[in-house]
């Protein structure tokens, strides 16, 4: 039974690691600002997910898996508003997508 909560845990670790690297180059390869919200979104979001649940199958049921649950839902809704946040400064500082017009946009 511990070798397949190892099992699973490596696996979780593994798509967790996956997610950030990839994520780690689209914070390196995309043009902008906005493109960049993205792949930050994805990190912080998917990548933290999977070691928490990689986390959370190694630790069993715990007060650790309690806390662990906690970090999950607390990273889910700060998520979203730290990338909202950062969309609108970008805005607000007259930021321009690329391959927009200047006249769309305003």
């Known amino acids: 039974m511990e070798f397949i909560k190892d099992i ?9 690691s996956m997610s950030i690297i990839i994520g780690a180059c689209g914070l390196i390869k995309l ?12 990190i912080d979001t998917g990548g ?24 999950g839902i607390f990273i889910f809704f700060t998520s979203p508003v730290t990338s909202h946040v950062t969309a609108n ?15 769309k946009l305003l």
């Not at 699973?8 to 967790?16: A, E, H, K, L």
């Not at 805005?91 to 017009?101: D, F």
């Open 8 to 16: 699973i845990t490596g696996i979780f670790f593994f798509i967790g």
């Open 89 to 103: 400064l970008a805005r607000q500082k007259k930021l321009i997508p690329v391959g927009k017009k200047i006249g």
């Open 48 to 71: 933290t997910a999977f070691f928490l649940l990689g986390m959370i199958v190694q630790s069993g049921w715990s007060l650790i898996t309690v806390k662990l649950i906690l970090i």
């Open 31 to 42: 043009p902008d600002v906005f493109s960049r919200i993205h792949a930050a979104g994805m």
